[in-house]
């Protein structure tokens, strides 16, 4: 069974910073795409950070130069540093894997990110 599992979720203050990390199982991660997504409450699903398997990435323009994915083949896993963080950067935040041999997509259950004062 492929499944992801997400931690390191909280609550922090603005300015602050948070690491999120992504443990897959089931099979290996070597040539499949990661990524993490994130929900805020009343709005849609939308890309954070992804990573291929040869290490190139793409942010959304919100996150630029504050946050930063990196993937460990070896491990199996994939981080999220998140620095500078903002309130409207409040959401859960979801693993997600795209099966590079199948295009199959797999979903983490989600960590709750909070930015407050």
């Known amino acids: 069974q492929v499944q992801l599992v997400e931690s390191g979720g909280g609550l922090v203050q603005p300015g602050g910073s948070l690491r999120l990390s992504c443990a897959a199982s089931?099979?290996?991660?070597?040539?499949?795409?990661m990524g993490w997504y994130r929900q805020a409450p009343g709005k849609q699903r939308e890309l954070v950070a992804r990573v291929t398997w040869g290490g190139g990435t793409n942010y959304a323009d919100s996150v630029k130069g504050r946050f930063t994915i990196s993937r460990d083949n070896a491990k199996n896993t994939v981080d999220l540093q998140m620095n500078s963080l903002k309130p409207e950067d409040t959401a859960v935040y979801y693993c997600y894997r795209r099966q590079y041999h199948s295009n199959h997509d797999y979903w983490g259950q989600g960590t709750q990110v909070t930015v407050s004062s």
């Open positions: 089931g099979s290996i991660i070597r040539y499949d795409v």
